[in-house]
């Protein structure tokens, strides 16, 4: 079992920056990969970012080049540093984390960001 905790959300103005953190209960390095996904009302989830074991990273288009991942290794802990934010990065985000065939997920942080 793997418990996650997502932290740093809130609301900001378009343009401006936040950095959500996701901690583990697990060692990082017994996980496949873990990523951040988002939620906007009346849409389904879709992925943000994703980086491995190895340290290999992946983006959606719609964030690559403003949003990074990246991981603590010896804290168990993920990161998604989020600048220059629109408006149509409002939505609630989850960590998630890859263990074998399994799926875990936090239980998601609001962030809004207003034009």
């Known amino acids: 079992q793997v418990q996650l905790v997502e932290s740093g959300g809130g609301l900001v103005q378009a343009g401006g920056s936040l950095r959500l953190s996701c901690a583990t209960s697990n060692n990082f390095f017994r996980l496949n990969a873990m990523g951040w996904y988002r939620q906007a009302p009346g849409k389904q989830r879709e992925l943000v970012a994703e980086?491995?074991?190895?340290?290999?990273?992946a983006y959606a288009e719609s964030v690559t080049g403003r949003f990074t991942i990246s991981g603590d290794m010896a804290k168990n802990m993920v990161y998604l540093q989020m600048n220059s934010l629109k408006p149509d990065d409002t939505a609630i985000y989850f960590c998630?984390?890859?263990?074998?065939?399994?799926?875990?997920w936090g239980q998601g942080t609001q962030v809004t960001v207003s034009s």
């Open positions: 998630n984390a890859v263990s074998g065939t399994s799926n875990y």
């Open positions: 980086i491995t074991r190895d340290g290999s990273t």
